[in-house]
């Protein structure tokens, strides 16, 4: 179905943002490229044209205030209005918390948390004075459950929680038809973990099991259309954490604490400093394109993301199970009364 909604995805450059700017174009979308690198952005707008979508690229900053209000104004300057605005730029430093500077960790929680706060002002702007619209925020398990080795990653994201939870309640007492939902994802197959500043002896790598980034972009342009709901979670690791987190918090302490520094790493080299201060596909750079480098362990699809994405589907399916079971009961009742 060609929905033909002007969407703005900033991160759009690699990983996640790449799959969902794909994701949307071939639905027809007109989308929006924020992101710092140039040759990752030049790479998704032709990916946006052969789907059939339509391409503007802004190149940002997204913890500059300014610069992100300007790409929103850019956004309406060519499109007319914004009809749904992704978060999903982010930044981050693998090592333990006493080994990252106090710079190195500002600018992960500026470039993670106010990112999205900033993207959410902005798409606001636009949004409130035509009371609709859509903002999706990008999480992960992390929201709810730090982990070592990613505290301000961690710390942000669960910065992003709460925010949004905020804003939503906002937007409900005003009655706005401006929605807010987040998506929390589990392991994504990205190059996120060639770009992350690296501190620890082996190479960085998410925990598994590991999901492809286009199973989180069709969770992203699911929510997009599906607002109502206040979070979507993706992967049935993501959900065994989160319900872990909120019944044995303490016991999950211990275990992330045994076995989650080795989770988190592998043998190999890791070199350079990230994409911290500067882009990986900046002018000396090259596209990394969504995925990362774990292709061969990756799953494809989620069953559990299924359920969440079709969760009314489902419960109208036992409704009517359960009622046509009671009929068949009360019919055999009647037959043999007679």
């Given at each position: 179905?060609?929905?033909?909604?002007?969407?703005?995805?900033?991160?759009?450059?690699?990983?996640?943002?790449?799959?969902?700017?794909?994701?949307?174009?071939?639905?027809?979308?007109?989308?929006?490229?924020?992101?710092?690198?140039?040759?990752?952005?030049?790479?998704?707008?032709?990916?946006?044209?052969?789907?059939?979508?339509?391409?503007?690229?802004?190149?940002?900053?997204?913890?500059?205030?300014?610069?992100?209000?300007?790409?929103?104004?850019?956004?309406?300057?060519?499109?007319?209005?914004?009809?749904?605005?992704?978060?999903?730029?982010?930044?981050?430093?693998?090592?333990?918390?006493?080994?990252?500077?106090?710079?190195?960790?500002?600018?992960?929680?500026?470039?993670?948390?106010?990112?999205?706060?900033?993207?959410?002002?902005?798409?606001?702007?636009?949004?409130?004075?035509?009371?609709?619209?859509?903002?999706?925020?990008?999480?992960?398990?992390?929201?709810?459950?730090?982990?070592?080795?990613?505290?301000?990653?961690?710390?942000?994201?669960?910065?992003?929680?709460?925010?949004?939870?905020?804003?939503?309640?906002?937007?409900?007492?005003?009655?706005?038809?401006?929605?807010?939902?987040?998506?929390?994802?589990?392991?994504?197959?990205?190059?996120?973990?060639?770009?992350v500043l690296n501190r620890m002896p082996g190479?960085?790598?998410?925990?598994?099991?590991?999901?492809?980034?286009?199973?989180?972009?069709?969770?992203?342009?699911?929510?997009?259309?599906?607002?109502?709901?206040?979070?979507y979670w993706v992967g049935g690791s993501t959900?065994?954490?989160?319900?872990?987190?909120?019944?044995?918090?303490?016991?999950?302490?211990?275990?992330?604490?045994?076995?989650?520094?080795?989770?988190?790493?592998?043998?190999?080299?890791?070199?350079?400093?990230?994409?911290?201060?500067?882009?990986?596909?900046?002018?000396?750079?090259?596209?990394?394109?969504?995925?990362?480098?774990?292709?061969?362990?990756?799953?494809?699809?989620?069953?559990?993301?299924?359920?969440?994405?079709?969760?009314?589907?489902?419960?109208?399916?036992?409704?009517?199970?359960?009622?046509?079971?009671?009929?068949?009961?009360?019919?055999?009742?009647?037959?043999?009364?007679?």
């Amino acid at each position: 179905m060609k929905h033909g909604k002007v969407v703005v995805v900033t991160g759009a450059s690699g990983g996640v943002g790449r799959a969902t700017v794909r994701a949307f174009a071939e639905r027809g979308a007109r989308i929006a490229l924020l992101a710092r690198g140039r040759e990752g952005l030049a790479a998704a707008a032709d990916e946006v044209q052969q789907a059939g979508g339509e391409a503007l690229v802004v190149s940002v900053d997204m913890a500059d205030a300014k610069a992100v209000d300007d790409a929103a104004q850019k956004v309406v300057d060519a499109y007319g209005h914004i009809d749904v605005w992704v978060n999903n730029a982010f930044s981050g430093v693998f090592a333990p918390f006493t080994e990252i500077t106090p710079d190195e960790f500002r600018r992960v929680t500026e470039v993670t948390y106010l990112g999205y706060v900033f993207g959410t002002r902005a798409a606001l702007r636009h949004m409130l004075p035509r009371n609709r619209g859509t903002i999706v925020q990008v999480g992960s398990a992390l929201a709810y459950r730090g982990i070592p080795l990613q505290s301000a990653y961690c710390g942000a994201k669960h910065a992003i929680q709460g925010f949004n939870e905020s804003l939503r309640c906002e937007l409900l007492h005003e009655g706005s038809g401006v929605r807010t939902t987040m998506v929390q994802l589990p392991g994504v197959n990205t190059p996120q973990f060639d770009w992350v500043l690296n501190r620890m002896p082996g190479r960085a790598r998410p925990v598994a099991p590991v999901y492809q980034p286009e199973v989180a972009a069709r969770a992203v342009v699911h929510a997009a259309f599906h607002a109502r709901r206040r979070e979507y979670w993706v992967g049935g690791s993501t959900v065994a954490t989160l319900i872990a987190n909120a019944v044995v918090p303490g016991v999950l302490d211990r275990y992330l604490a045994r076995t989650n520094f080795e989770a988190q790493q592998e043998e190999g080299e890791h070199g350079g400093p990230g994409n911290l201060w500067a882009p990986a596909d900046g002018p000396h750079g090259r596209d990394f394109g969504a995925h990362g480098r774990f292709d061969e362990e990756a799953v494809a699809g989620s069953r559990q993301d299924w359920l969440s994405r079709n969760r009314a589907r489902m419960g109208m399916g036992l409704v009517a199970a359960v009622a046509g079971g009671l009929g068949a009961a009360v019919t055999a009742g009647i037959r043999r009364r007679g």
